[in-house]
């Protein structure tokens, strides 16, 4: 006598298959796509896979199930990957450039959640990427096995579907689905896109106005001054819709006019959003489009001429200070800089503050410390400083945050130990809730902004140019699906000439950018700032 259970067991797990099956073929890769309707579809590709299994003979066939099931396992995999990278890049993965962008993910999870659970995370990944190919080609197998066993039930089946497929295949009836198809035809084209993409910017790197201009003719309307490019991490367009943020912005604007300095604000539109900070830095720096890390590296290895570079060139000491490296650079000496700080450098004794090494007020003091009182009389004339700054208090989680302090008690830090910090693990941003994240990170916009004008009140003087930017949006979880990648960009002076260039290329009063503010490609920068002044 047959088992009943087994029967059942035996229906169950054909179920399950046929579900695995049909969700890997019809699932979008965009999460807000995920819809009951985007379910209920009648994929062709599941209809040509039955139909092949039928016709071809003998073991053959099983072998042929099989790569189906491996092809099919393989696309629910990058499935998944095109939906985590769309929630917080803003794209799809690319199989051909994307994968360096792992390790700094990885490093994340380390710093915010310790090595243990990024090794856990590295781990379970792999593991669930060949779960999910193996479970989908024994899926294919067993629904193949159903099929020749039940031969004329399948065959007439396959050929109702198949009317209801091409009687429904019209513009807005969305049951016929062909969408796995599509799904393999775009990332085929990304491939081959990306295969060809360093031929792509080899062509755009090699036109360069300002590669042989001699340094004595370079940046000669700022001859004398100390000029900051400071980059706001994931300091969006977002950032203007949080009333906090226009409130610091709309106060830095009031307070930096009583002490004499012009403000003007546009927008730059960033190689990158959600992540990728390093990209938007050699963007903005090298005036080509870096948007992955093969540009990067292509950048980092030739002779490309960056703003640094130019301000070297034209007679300027150049610094970086670096709170966001701990590791080695050998990057900085592409860019151009007599000195890199990195965090190590800072002379940092307090706590971290979720993924920052250091809270941008004293990364700021520490420039001040190390750069600002140097005396800059070398070889009998003034040498003026250059500084590239990226500040990390308001990277992602946003959780927890310091406040701003005296800046004569900085000290070295430990004056941040009184605080709640980063020493306590930080909570992952997508498990909290999404109004909680937005107004965490607005407050991390607003202590950027409020750190940067109070350093310009503390220590600006006439000959000081602040000019500072976001590097890029923050991940969907703050921008609710926005697909801007637009960024604020601000300079701040006493001297009217300086500001008055910002005029010039449509950039609006005050540190909030106005309605009609300009907004320019980021690797459009350099060489308009190089052009104006």
Same mark, same amino acid.
Request: aromatic fraction near 10%.
């Given at each position: 006598?047959?088992?009943?259970? $087994?029967?059942?067991?035996?229906?169950?797990?054909?179920?399950?298959?046929?579900?695995? #099956?049909?969700?890997?073929?019809?699932?979008?890769?965009?999460?807000?796509?995920?819809?009951?309707?985007?379910?209920?579809?009648?994929?062709?590709?599941?209809?040509?896979?039955?139909?092949?299994?039928?016709?071809?003979?003998?073991?053959?066939?099983?072998?042929? %199930?099989?790569?189906?099931? #491996?092809?099919?396992?393989?696309?629910?995999?990058?499935?998944?990957?095109?939906?985590?990278?769309?929630?917080?890049? /803003?794209?799809?993965?690319?199989?051909?450039?994307?994968?360096?962008?792992?390790?700094?993910?990885?490093?994340?999870?380390?710093?915010?959640?310790?090595?243990?659970?990024?090794?856990?995370?590295?781990?379970?990944?792999?593991?669930?990427?060949?779960?999910?190919?193996?479970?989908? #080609?024994?899926?294919?197998?067993?629904?193949?096995?159903?099929?020749?066993?039940?031969?004329?039930?399948?065959?007439?089946?396959v050929a109702a579907l198949a009317v209801v497929w091409i009687t429904l295949a019209v513009p807005g009836v969305p049951v &016929?689905?062909?969408?796995?198809?599509?799904?393999? /035809?775009?990332?085929?084209?990304?491939?081959?896109?990306?295969?060809?993409?360093?031929?792509?910017?080899?062509?755009?790197?090699?036109?360069?106005?300002?590669?042989?201009?001699?340094?004595?003719?370079?940046?000669?309307?700022?001859?004398?001054?100390?000029?900051?490019? $400071?980059?706001?991490?994931?300091?969006?367009?977002?950032?203007?819709?949080?009333?906090?943020?226009?409130?610091?912005?709309?106060?830095?604007?009031?307070?930096?006019?009583?002490?004499?300095?012009?403000?003007?604000?546009?927008?730059?539109?960033?190689?990158?959003?959600?992540?990728?900070?390093?990209?938007?830095?050699?963007?903005?720096?090298?005036?080509?489009?870096?948007?992955?890390?093969?540009?990067?590296?292509?950048?980092?290895?030739?002779?490309?001429?960056?703003?640094?570079?130019?301000?070297?060139? %034209?007679?300027?000491?150049?610094?970086?200070?670096?709170?966001?490296?701990?590791?080695?650079?050998?990057?900085?000496?592409?860019?151009? @800089?007599?000195?890199?700080?990195?965090?190590?450098?800072?002379? @940092?004794?307090?706590?971290?503050?979720? /993924?920052?090494?250091?809270?941008?007020?004293?990364?700021?003091?520490?420039?001040?410390?190390?750069?600002?009182?140097?005396?800059?009389?070398?070889?009998?004339?003034?040498?003026?400083?250059?500084?590239?700054? +990226?500040?990390?208090?308001?990277?992602?989680?946003?959780?927890?945050?310091?406040?701003?302090?005296?800046?004569?008690?900085?000290?070295?830090?430990?004056?941040?130990?009184?605080?709640?910090?980063?020493?306590?693990?930080?909570?992952?941003?997508?498990?909290?809730?999404?109004?909680?994240?937005?107004?965490?990170?607005?407050?991390?916009?607003? /202590?950027?902004?409020? %750190?940067?004008?109070?350093?310009?009140?503390?220590?600006?003087?006439?000959?000081?140019?602040?000019?500072?930017?976001?590097?890029?949006?923050?991940?969907?979880?703050?921008?609710?699906?926005?697909?801007?990648?637009?960024?604020?960009?601000?300079?701040?002076?006493?001297?009217?000439?300086?500001?008055?260039?910002?005029?010039?290329?449509?950039?609006?009063?005050?540190?909030? +950018?106005?309605?009609? &503010?300009?907004?320019?490609?980021?690797?459009?920068?350099?060489?308009?700032?190089?052009?104006?002044?």
């Amino acid at each position: 006598m047959v088992d009943r259970r $087994v029967g059942w067991r035996s229906r169950v797990l054909s179920a399950l298959a046929g579900l695995l #099956v049909l969700f890997a073929l019809v699932a979008p890769g965009d999460l807000d796509q995920f819809r009951v309707a985007a379910f209920a579809r009648v994929p062709v590709e599941g209809l040509l896979g039955v139909m092949l299994v039928l016709v071809v003979p003998g073991r053959l066939r099983w072998v042929v %199930a099989g790569v189906g099931g #491996v092809v099919l396992g393989c696309v629910a995999v990058v499935k998944v990957l095109d939906i985590g990278f769309d929630l917080v890049l /803003y794209r799809p993965f690319d199989l051909v450039l994307d994968w360096p962008m792992f390790e700094p993910a990885v490093d994340f999870v380390s710093v915010t959640a310790g090595p243990v659970a990024a090794g856990a995370v590295v781990v379970g990944a792999v593991a669930a990427a060949v779960g999910v190919v193996g479970v989908t #080609v024994l899926a294919v197998l067993r629904l193949s096995r159903i099929a020749v066993r039940r031969r004329v039930v399948a065959t007439r089946g396959v050929a109702a579907l198949a009317v209801v497929w091409i009687t429904l295949a019209v513009p807005g009836v969305p049951v &016929a689905s062909e969408s796995a198809a599509s799904f393999v /035809y775009e990332h085929a084209r990304q491939v081959r896109a990306g295969l060809h993409d360093r031929e792509a910017f080899a062509g755009s790197a090699s036109v360069d106005a300002f590669r042989d201009v001699p340094g004595e003719r370079l940046l000669t309307s700022l001859r004398g001054k100390d000029v900051l490019v $400071v980059f706001v991490e994931s300091y969006g367009r977002v950032a203007l819709d949080d009333q906090g943020v226009v409130r610091v912005l709309e106060d830095g604007t009031r307070r930096l006019g009583a002490a004499g300095f012009g403000t003007r604000s546009g927008f730059l539109t960033s190689s990158t959003a959600g992540g990728g900070s390093w990209l938007a830095h050699a963007t903005l720096l090298s005036g080509l489009w870096i948007d992955n890390q093969q540009r990067y590296r292509t950048l980092v290895s030739s002779d490309r001429l960056t703003l640094n570079g130019a301000f070297r060139r %034209a007679g300027w000491r150049t610094v970086g200070v670096m709170p966001g490296i701990t590791r080695a650079w050998p990057e900085g000496a592409f860019f151009g @800089y007599d000195c890199v700080y990195p965090a190590d450098r800072l002379g @940092y004794r307090g706590p971290r503050f979720g /993924y920052a090494t250091t809270p941008d007020q004293f990364t700021l003091e520490a420039f001040q410390r190390l750069e600002g009182g140097r005396d800059r009389i070398e070889g009998g004339r003034d040498r003026p400083v250059m500084a590239t700054i +990226p500040l990390v208090t308001s990277h992602a989680p946003w959780s927890p945050l310091p406040r701003m302090v005296p800046w004569e008690s900085l000290g070295d830090g430990s004056v941040f130990g009184s605080m709640a910090s980063g020493e306590v693990a930080s909570e992952a941003i997508f498990s909290r809730d999404p109004r909680q994240v937005r107004a965490d990170y607005g407050q991390s916009v607003e /202590y950027s902004v409020e %750190a940067l004008v109070s350093y310009v009140e503390e220590y600006g003087d006439d000959d000081l140019v602040l000019l500072f930017l976001g590097d890029h949006q923050p991940a969907q979880v703050v921008t609710g699906g926005s697909g801007s990648r637009d960024v604020p960009v601000s300079v701040v002076a006493r001297d009217a000439a300086v500001v008055d260039k910002a005029a010039g290329w449509g950039w609006t009063e005050g540190l909030r +950018p106005g309605d009609g &503010a300009s907004v320019s490609p980021m690797n459009s920068f350099r060489d308009l700032f190089l052009g104006s002044f």
